[in-house]
């Protein structure tokens, strides 16, 4: 049994980690591990970068045709396919973001990881609704890029 499938978090060591040359041009990361019948990443891709080998294996990315376009992200039912692009000390996480109130441009957050703990802090630099899914995108701290999947925007009185 996998340490995930015993706690339901997953840790970086379960990922197919993009090389560093990668994450400077960003790729999608999938975090699904289910094997269910779901495919609308595959779908969505517009340079074939995702493929499964049926339609219940998890899906995979392939990082050196991937364009880090962002397609996967809001029609992943399971909120489990995130963007990463690293920028010297910085990076640019794309994540898809379902709770209110919905942060805006330059608003300062707080990175949560895996586990639901606060990391870091980040600035909101897009926001954009991609059916029926909001897609962020955070500036953080490059060192948080792989960690953080979630953000927690801020009480007016914080």
Do not use: W
Request: charged fraction near 30%.
């Amino acid at each position: 049994m996998k340490p995930y499938e015993r706690t339901g978090v997953l840790s970086v060591n379960d990922l197919k980690i993009p090389s560093e040359k990668q994450l400077e041009k960003g790729v999608a990361i999938t975090e699904c591990v289910q094997e269910i019948p779901c495919n609308p990443c595959v779908d969505s891709c517009p340079v074939d970068a995702i493929s499964m080998n049926d339609i219940n294996a998890p899906p995979v990315v392939d990082y050196n045709k991937c364009i880090a376009c962002g397609q996967c992200v809001g029609v992943c039912p399971g909120l489990a396919i995130f963007v990463v692009k690293k920028q010297n000390e910085k990076g640019l996480l794309t994540l898809p973001y379902e709770f209110l109130p919905v942060p805006k441009k330059d608003e300062v957050v707080e990175t949560i990881d895996r586990d639901g703990e606060q990391i870091g802090e980040g600035v909101i630099k897009r926001v954009k609704k991609q059916g029926k899914t909001i897609v962020v995108t955070v500036e953080l701290d490059a060192k948080d890029l792989m960690n953080a999947r979630h953000i927690k925007v801020r009480e007016k009185d914080e």
